[in-house]
């Protein structure tokens, strides 16, 4: 199978705070990842570089194939124009630790503005999909509610609902139950493992040992800016190789 | 030992139901009627006092050349507001640019035209022949292809306009700069990891959220330019506070003028605060 993420080398700094120290990293398509690791050991500046919120300063993110916000000529990265990156992101779908739904706007506007702006594609087939989509994550109910007058289980599976209606080729998710009251993380989770059983490829950085356990095909370590240790759930989450993942498993678990 | 008790005081709470007895608040009542009697003594003045002339008041209220001044009073406050926000915006984007220059410059701007009083910004814009006679249309340093006298281009009404707007735009960058700043990060993101083009960003998702903001200190703005063009009586302009000062010199009737152009003010007051508030509450909406 073919690689859906490959990343190779990837360096980044905010100022003096190296975050990332060279990742490598493949995520073959179908593939659910769940990257573990302590706050602060860069895991979410890795999500984000994979659909460009953050530019890395060495190295290269592909994903498809396709070179993420440069264009390679010969051993030079040429940054592409806005546009280019734009487009490049609508393959890509993201959900927040926040969810960042539009407040001023209701659940099926939420839902319909990129694919109709970004995409450009016409109401008479996107509001068909946002209605699909809303039966999907079990809110057919909630369409003209705004998000204010959501739960926060409700509004992060909108906001998963919004990632999906571009019909990306991969799914990103940043801690998506870390905001949430603990009674309501279950309904989350269950909508991710109900894409993961539909061959959806994603990476998800969590704090749920249960959900990587369940759900992920690897399960990758990640600390002060390094993968220490990456494999199957059983084998990483029951016999850690390294030192460092036995402690911090040793502290969630 | 004290459970019994406790078991007794509350059969008894349900048989008879206690009655909630409100405070009384006899100071309060003392100041309502002190604020009462008050009132009742500005009305008395108001209305009893012959010299206030209400008549006249009455009779130059709708007079043709006072209409005509309120028409000219509203139309330099909207080509203020209008302009003066449109540049303003432009100067808060300026401003939150990456780029040094741009952002510098609009710096720049608003400091100049916030310190300079308006009355002198007037009356530098109304004499500006005096520095340039001339001012043409053409390639920057190159070729002009329009040449025209200032005094013709830039007429008294011009001037005012110009004036009002360009002073008017160094307050609204900082208010609409400050409404785009009090938008959560968390929407740009969400935006920019959505693929949304940047002009779609700014005006479909950042800007309506930044209304919130903006609209309650920009309507103090306009309510306050509203006023303000009472200032271009300087430059002999008909407007709503030159054209009354005009017929009191002529007719002497002092107070009942300034009282006709009052009302005028309260009038375009009170309709610019009841658009503030639809205005507010469209901006509002999906927000408990």
């Known amino acids: 199978m073919s690689a859906m993420v490959r990343l190779r080398g990837v360096h980044k700094s905010f100022g003096a705070l190296h975050v990332l120290r060279g990742v490598d990293l493949d995520v073959r398509q179908g593939q659910v990842l769940v990257i573990l690791g302590p706050s602060g050991s860069g895991k979410s500046t890795l999500l984000r570089t994979i659909n460009h919120l953050e530019k890395v300063d060495r190295g290269s993110v592909r994903v498809d194939g396709q070179l993420l916000g440069y264009r390679q000529a010969g051993t030079r990265l040429y940054e592409l124009p806005e546009r280019e990156v734009l487009r490049q992101r609508t393959q890509i779908g993201f959900v927040f630790q926040s969810f960042n739904l539009f407040p001023h706007l209701t659940v099926r506007q939420n839902l319909m503005e990129a694919p109709l702006s970004a995409q450009g594609r016409p109401r008479a087939e996107v509001a068909p999909l946002a209605e699909r989509l809303l039966v999907r994550v079990g809110l057919a109910d909630k369409a003209d509610a705004y998000p204010r007058t959501l739960s926060g289980g409700q509004q992060q599976r909108v906001a998963i609902a919004r990632a999906l209606a571009l019909e990306p080729k991969l799914l990103l998710f940043d801690e998506p139950t870390s905001a949430l009251d603990p009674e309501l993380v279950g309904e989350v989770l269950d909508v991710i493992k109900d894409l993961a059983r539909g061959g959806t490829t994603m990476i998800v950085v969590t704090h749920e040992i249960g959900f990587a356990r369940e759900v992920a095909d690897i399960v990758a370590f990640m600390d002060a800016g390094r993968i220490v240790e990456l494999g199957p759930p059983a084998q990483l989450l029951d016999a850690p190789a390294h030192e460092r993942t036995r402690t911090f498993l040793g502290k969630v678990l | ?288």
């Open chain 2, 1 to 288: 030992m004290t459970l019994p008790e406790v078991q007794e005081v509350s059969r008894q709470d349900a048989e008879r139901p206690l009655e909630v007895v409100t405070a009384r608040h006899p100071l309060r009542w003392l100041a309502a009627a002190g604020v009462l009697v008050v009132l009742a003594m500005v009305a008395s003045a108001l209305i009893t006092n012959p010299a206030w002339e209400w008549p006249i008041v009455g009779q130059y209220l709708f007079a043709p050349s006072v209409v005509r001044s309120v028409l000219l009073t509203l139309e330099l406050t909207a080509l203020g507001i209008v302009l003066g926000f449109v540049l303003g915006t432009l100067l808060a984007l300026m401003r939150l640019s990456p780029n040094r220059l741009l952002s510098s410059v609009a710096w720049a701007y608003v400091w100049l035209f916030r310190s300079v009083p308006l009355i002198l910004q007037l009356l530098f814009w109304y004499n500006l022949a005096l520095l340039y006679p001339r001012l043409s249309v053409g390639v920057p340093f190159g070729p002009a292809f329009f040449d025209f006298g200032t005094m013709d281009l830039i007429g008294p009404l011009t001037a005012a306009a110009l004036g009002l707007a360009l002073h008017q735009a160094a307050y609204a960058a900082e208010i609409v700069r400050g409404g785009l700043l009090s938008v959560d990060h968390g929407q740009r993101e969400a935006a920019a990891a959505l693929g949304l083009p940047p002009a779609r960003r700014l005006f479909r998702i950042i800007l309506p959220q930044a209304m919130r903001t903006i609209v309650p200190t920009a309507g103090n703005e306009i309510i306050g330019l509203v006023k303000g063009t009472s200032v271009v009586y300087v430059m002999a302009l008909p407007e709503l506070f030159y054209q009354v000062q005009v017929i009191y010199n002529r007719n002497g009737r002092v107070m009942a003028l300034l009282l006709v152009a009052a009302i005028w003010y309260l009038i375009l007051t009170t309709a610019l605060s009841i658009v503030q508030y639809y205005v507010e509450r469209h901006y509002g909406r999906g927000r408990g």
